[in-house]
């Protein structure tokens, strides 16, 4: 098996220089090739709308019912959250959370940007009220609406990371088209805020890799902090407008981010990141290599890093040390590797455990995980409890 270097990326890939703080990617590339992760992302549209689908509409049925009362456990069934859709939340502070960041009537678009030919190939706009998710749409790659032009800039939607290069930029000229589109399909949410996410795609196939609820809140804010704290040229993805709290947050640092967000979503549970049958298909008959470097590896060999862990890990900081990219220094930190978990010390199947696990531990708990921990195995509405 090749072992390929940083210098076989491309020097004018757009975001070659943020691989310090992907650790998915790197390993894929690192064994792979950094092509396949282009290619995941370029091909995500074959599959991204069946899977959005299904994962949106198990949100809003999860979210709806628990409304309702009508989920047998809330505390201990966990699905996707509204915006982003890569960060999953317990049932119970689902509503409480999407209020508190971004209050009672929204709009949020989570736009995303090929890293190759730097064009918004899609969007996800979905709308809450009072907490609840009760509409959504997709823009896929070919759909006409991308070629819809900006009012004043002239540019169309798909050009426009070409054209503005910086998110910030990006997301305030995009969110002022897809106000009237909003507008115009749902005159009724005319008045409701909106809220936009612009990421990378490497940020998104990153982010779906990742198997552990805090590592995923962890990558969060390296995305975020990826100018002001790694020196990186720019955000990996980014929130528009920010909300305050979550500034506040990100002034906080790392642990102290993911110590408060993670209490949002779980209560400082940890949770092993499920996946949907139509992402699980995507991903064994197109990528099994990929399943097998990341998925597999994570839950059966590497193993996952206990909470008390995650929030001590450092990834590489090229504004700190200048010979991160020249001598490849791109392993993350963490203070011990005893307390890496795998599924059999839980107790849990590879079948079972891909469609997710809660844990009763948290980052108090100083020791690794086992089978009297699992609390619950599956998403949204399909969860069974076991405790």
């Known amino acids: 098996m090749p072992q390929y270097t940083y210098g076989d990326i491309p020097d004018d890939f757009f975001t070659k220089k943020y691989i310090v703080i992907s650790k998915h990617l790197w390993k894929l590339h690192k064994n792979l090739g950094y092509q396949v992760f282009l290619d995941m992302v370029e091909q995500c549209p ?4 069946p899977e959005l689908k ?3 509409e198990q949100t809003i049925n999860t979210a ?10 809330p505390s201990r069934t966990v699905s996707y959250f509204l915006f982003p859709p890569v960060i999953s939340v317990r049932a119970d502070l689902n509503q409480g959370l999407m209020k508190l960041l971004y209050g009672d009537s929204i709009d949020t678009s989570f736009v995303v940007i090929n890293d190759a030919n730097q ?3 899609m969007v996800l706009n979905a709308h809450s009220e009072d907490g609840i998710p009760v509409d959504w749409w997709v823009v896929e790659p070919g759909d006409e609406l991308l070629n819809r032009r900006h009012m004043k800039l002239g540019y169309k939607i798909r050009d426009i990371p070409k054209k503005m290069k910086k998110i910030n930029k990006i997301s305030e000229s995009v969110i002022n088209i897809f106000k009237d589109i909003r507008n115009e399909r749902t005159p009724q949410f005319s008045n409701s805020a909106y809220q936009v996410g612009t990421l990378w795609g490497t940020a998104m196939a ?8 805090y590592e995923s809140i962890g ?3 390296d995305g975020l902090m990826a100018n002001k704290y790694y020196g990186l040229p720019d955000y990996w993805f980014m ?3 920010l909300p305050s709290i979550l500034s506040m947050f990100l002034n906080m640092g790392r642990k102290e981010w993911m110590l408060k967000f993670n ?3 779980t209560q400082h549970q940890l949770y092993i990141q499920g996946l949907e049958d139509i992402a699980l298909d995507w991903l064994q008959n197109h990528y099994p290599e990929v399943w097998d470097k990341i998925f597999i590896n994570q839950m059966t060999e590497s193993g996952i890093p206990m909470p008390y862990l995650s929030i001590e890990a450092s990834p590489p900081n090229p504004k700190k040390d200048k010979k991160v990219y020249s001598e490849e220094l791109f392993d993350w930190y963490y203070p011990s590797k005893e307390d890496f978990f795998t599924i059999e010390d839980i107790g849990i199947n590879l079948g079972e455990a891909v469609k997710g696990v809660l844990l009763d531990v948290t980052h108090e708990t100083k020791r690794k995980a086992n089978k009297e921990d699992v609390l619950s195995v599956g998403l949204g509405t399909k969860t069974k409890f076991l405790k």
């Open 46 to 49: 074959d599959y991204i709308y």
């Open 54 to 56: 299904e994962r949106l």
């Open 64 to 73: 709806k019912l628990t409304f309702e009362g009508k989920i047998k456990d």
């Open 119 to 121: 064009e918004i190939f």
């Open 206 to 213: 990153d982010i779906l890799c990742e198997r552990s609820s």
């Open 219 to 221: 990558t969060l804010w």
């Open 239 to 241: 929130f528009y407008p």
């Open 263 to 265: 209490g949002l979503i």
